[in-house]
């Protein structure tokens, strides 16, 4: 019989999993409880979830899911890592593993497509969802500038020209 507190874990994981953009699977086996606890306020810090949850309750959440091809990377000491911004969760696990070398990347599931290690790596890599928008905002706003810049020339001469010929008769 399937207890009540299990079924509300795996109703959680499914709710918050359908947030999610990202799942990445981790081993922790040697990490303390105290060092988990830094992690997970680190992920926290970055808006990623890192959850210890039991693989067969964590295979019940994602069957049948957007993140069903990581089932096979469930076993042993797993932990999960989820996001809304896969950029932030490869950053986040790629950053800590090179802090604690006892967190070890397994790999994930990403737009619904199974991804090693090295493409974690790769996504820990790209600019941040709020350093894209900072950039994004720069190369929209410089336009603009411009724009204005050329249509209030041709008034700004009209004027240094009235103004010069008013200094010229005086």
């Not at 959680?12 to 988990?36: C, D, N, P």
């Not at 830094?38 to 957007?66: P, S, Y």
């Amino acid at each position: 019989m399937v207890s009540k507190v299990k079924i509300d874990i795996v109703s959680r994981l499914i709710s918050a999993l359908a947030k999610a953009k990202m799942l990445i699977i981790v081993h922790y086996h040697g990490i303390t409880v105290s060092e988990i606890d830094v992690m997970r306020k680190k992920f926290r810090e970055n808006g990623v979830i890192f959850q210890v949850v039991k693989n067969n309750l964590m295979k019940i959440a994602i069957q049948d899911g957007l993140f069903e091809k990581g089932m096979n990377l469930l076993s042993g000491p797993s932990a999960v890592i989820f996001s809304e911004d896969p950029v932030a969760a490869a950053k986040s696990v790629i950053d800590l593993a090179k802090e604690n070398q006892k967190l070890k990347v397994i790999g994930g599931v990403f737009e619904e497509e199974l991804i090693k290690k090295d493409k974690i790596e790769i996504l820990a890599s790209l600019p941040s969802l709020d350093e894209l928008r900072a950039q994004l905002l720069r190369v929209i706003s410089a336009p603009a500038t411009q724009i204005a810049r050329v249509i209030t020339e041709p008034y700004a001469s009209l004027v240094r020209v009235n103004k010069a010929k008013a200094d010229k008769s005086n």
